[in-house]
């Protein structure tokens, strides 16, 4: 079997396990065609899944829309141009062309052509990889969890708990203070049916997809984190959450987008089984 599912229905998590190893593939919705038709993400993403065979696709980074965007999807209920849509990471393609925006802040998980994997921080570096995606949220990188406020295996006298620790202090450190992730945290706790989505690799390159719909009950940021450290991960990222979350797999949406985002997003992935 190519695939397993560790599916949580009480708290509406869905996780596809990749029994080899696995392509991640960037699926990008463009400009219009020259016929001038536009299509729905949903739409994109069918079509891509038929081509590519992917046993699970999901959405990826974070995105703004310009102000000509957002009316468009407010008042109307067709697609609106890709053009409108700021994306916050960049998809490296198969081609070699990077879509989207830079996001030095972010992290970004990449392949190689030998489907290694490298995970770390700022865009998706400019040669050396075969794809990846940039804009996203540290779940565990290189085995270090990351989270609210960094944490140290001994007390410290006057150690960094918020922001880059003393050198002399990482060998102690067993999580790492990441902004983002506490501002995810923060909203998961006051809302646990928040989306969530994100991937993960073991040490041998075992990949495990995970996506919470937005429905309670839901479960913590830490919990989510949780679910790829349960399955050793050593690498781990989230990306956009909220109503941006989806999961397409057995040609279904298991979790569905936002009918708005739908019509506005622009980069997803697909999990491609390679046996």
Request: proline share 4%; aromatic share 10%; hydrophobic share 40%.
């Amino acid at each position: 079997m190519a695939v397993k599912y560790h599916d949580i229905p009480g708290k509406n998590v869905y996780i596809v396990e990749f029994d080899a190893k696995c392509k991640l593939v960037p699926i990008v919705r463009k400009d219009a065609d020259l016929n001038g038709n536009e299509e729905l993400f949903s739409d994109t993403i069918k079509r891509a899944q038929a081509f590519g065979k992917f046993e699970v696709c999901t959405n990826a980074c974070w995105f703004d829309v310009t102000s000509l965007g957002k009316s468009d999807a407010l008042l109307g209920d067709d697609p609106v141009s890709a053009n409108e849509t700021i994306n916050q990471g960049i998809a490296l393609m198969g081609t070699g062309e990077r879509y989207g925006n830079s996001s030095p802040l972010m992290m970004y998980a990449a392949q190689s052509n030998n489907l290694s994997w490298e995970f770390g921080s700022g865009d998706v570096p400019t040669s050396g990889f075969y794809t990846g995606i940039g804009g996203m949220c540290p779940l565990i990188i290189n085995g270090l969890k990351y989270g609210t406020g960094n944490k140290y295996s001994k007390k410290i006298d006057e150690a960094i708990i918020f922001g880059k620790p003393r050198e002399q202090d990482v060998p102690f450190l067993t999580q790492r203070n990441n902004n983002k992730y506490a501002a995810l945290e923060k909203a998961a706790a006051a809302m646990p049916g928040m989306g969530k989505v994100g991937f993960g690799v073991t040490s041998k390159g075992k990949c495990y997809v995970a996506v919470q719909s937005h429905y309670n009950p839901g479960m913590s940021f830490n919990d989510f984190r949780g679910i790829f450290l349960a399955f050793n991960c050593i690498n781990a990222v989230a990306g956009d959450g909220s109503d941006s979350v989806f999961m397409y797999r057995d040609n279904v949406f298991v979790v569905e987008s936002a009918h708005n985002k739908v019509e506005l997003m622009t980069i997803g992935l697909g999990f491609k089984d390679i046996s």
